[in-house]
């Protein structure tokens, strides 16, 4: 298994501003996610973390509003920028383990005021 | 389009019961499909994994039946406990990725 580490577990912003969110895994994975979760809903994936290279976006989600860079094995950072209160959510950092499942970090609640 | 539906209404058993989830796709064709366990404030759970060629898997009080046919995937808790209230999320593999269904909230009561 896997133990992954958020930063911050939660924070309230400024419309305009932007946020970083680090994850940090407790050992080296192949690959790495960024999901948003909103009120009551489910999780939604915002983009794969690719190593080395560029992430990976999903529809409806795009590079300059959502940066993510992935240095190493262990290290992902999710940016969430030009916020706006529609951004407010909780945003969840995932690596997948050796049998194709999940591992979770806490996530990230972000309030945008 | 793709869509992976689950009971949204919440399932209210009584302790002891069987609980019995549903998660219901279209227009995927998953390698495997895996269920995972959230509780409010926190990340989901990984509980099982089922692959395309496995008709069912248990663990423990949990056992979960996927039909390619169906298209569907039915989650069990038998003797179940007010410590399994939860939100049960089912998830899919599509293309190395895995997408969430909506959700069901279960609350057993004693």
């Known amino acids: 298994s896997a133990v992954i580490s958020q930063k911050p577990s939660r924070d309230i912003c400024q419309r305009g501003t932007s946020l970083t969110i680090q994850c940090q895994v407790d050992?080296?994975?192949?690959?790495m996610f960024w999901y948003r979760q909103q009120p009551g809903q489910s999780l939604t994936l915002i983009a794969t973390?690719?190593?080395?290279?560029?992430?990976?976006?999903e529809s409806g989600f795009v590079i300059d509003k959502f940066p993510i860079s992935r240095p190493n094995l262990t290290f992902s950072t999710l940016t969430v920028s030009n916020m706006s209160p529609e951004d407010s959510s909780i945003y969840l950092c995932?690596?997948?383990?050796?049998?194709?499942?999940?591992?979770f970090g806490e996530g990230s609640r972000l309030t945008v005021l | 389009s793709q869509k992976i539906e689950q009971n949204s209404e919440a399932l209210n058993i009584q302790e002891g019961k069987t609980a019995t989830l549903t998660c219901n796709y279209t227009n995927y064709s998953p390698a495997y499909l895996q269920w995972y366990r959230q509780d409010p404030g926190r990340g989901p759970v990984f509980l099982l994994l089922i692959r395309e060629n496995e008709k069912e898997k248990r663990k423990e009080r949990l056992k979960v039946t996927f039909d390619t046919t169906l298209k569907q995937s039915l989650f069990h808790i038998t003797a179940s406990q007010p410590a399994d209230s939860a939100t049960y999320l089912c998830?899919?593999?599509?293309?190395?990725?895995?997408?969430f269904g909506t959700g069901t909230r279960l609350q057993v009561f004693p």
């Open positions: 998830a899919l593999e599509a293309t190395d990725k895995l997408i």
């Open positions: 050992s080296q994975v192949t690959m």
């Open positions: 995932s690596a997948r383990g050796r049998t194709g499942e999940l591992f």
């Open positions: 973390a690719n190593q080395g290279s560029e992430a990976t976006y």
